[in-house]
């Protein structure tokens, strides 16, 4: 079992930026995967970006060159730095890790973990 903790969301207005970190404990060997993904009202959830334990990343093209995805191996902290949001960032996010696992993705369906989310609002 894995436990996800995210933190780090809030309130910004548009051009501002967000740092989330997301905390694993519990199962936490390689390789793995881990993701960002978001889910607005009324939306499905899409991904965000992703990476593995060989640090390759993956972007969804609406965040590449705003959003930097990190991973802290020593601590099992995700980041996620998000520059110039948009109000179309609105959402909440949710951090998802998979393990045994090899190559960033950003289908749901394949990820096990879960986090609770963190709510990200920005304002025109």
């Known amino acids: 079992q894995v436990q996800l903790a995210e933190s780090g969301g809030g309130s910004v207005q548009a051009g501002g930026s967000l740092r989330l970190s997301c905390v694993a404990s519990?199962?936490?060997?390689?390789?793995?995967?881990m993701a960002w993904f978001r889910q607005a009202p009324g939306k499905e959830r899409e991904g965000v970006a992703s990476t593995d334990s060989y640090d390759r990343t993956l972007y969804a093209d609406s965040v590449k060159g705003r959003f930097t995805i990190s991973l802290d191996n020593a601590k099992y902290t995700l980041n996620l730095q998000m520059n110039n949001l948009k109000p179309e960032d609105t959402a909440m996010y949710y951090c998802?890790?998979?393990?045994?696992?090899?190559?960033?993705?950003?289908?749901?369906?394949?990820?096990?973990?879960w986090g609770q989310g963190t709510q990200v609002t920005v304002s025109s």
């Open positions: 998802a890790t998979e393990r045994p696992c090899v190559g960033p993705r950003l289908n749901a369906s394949q990820y096990s973990y």
């Open positions: 519990g199962h936490t060997y390689r390789p793995y995967c």
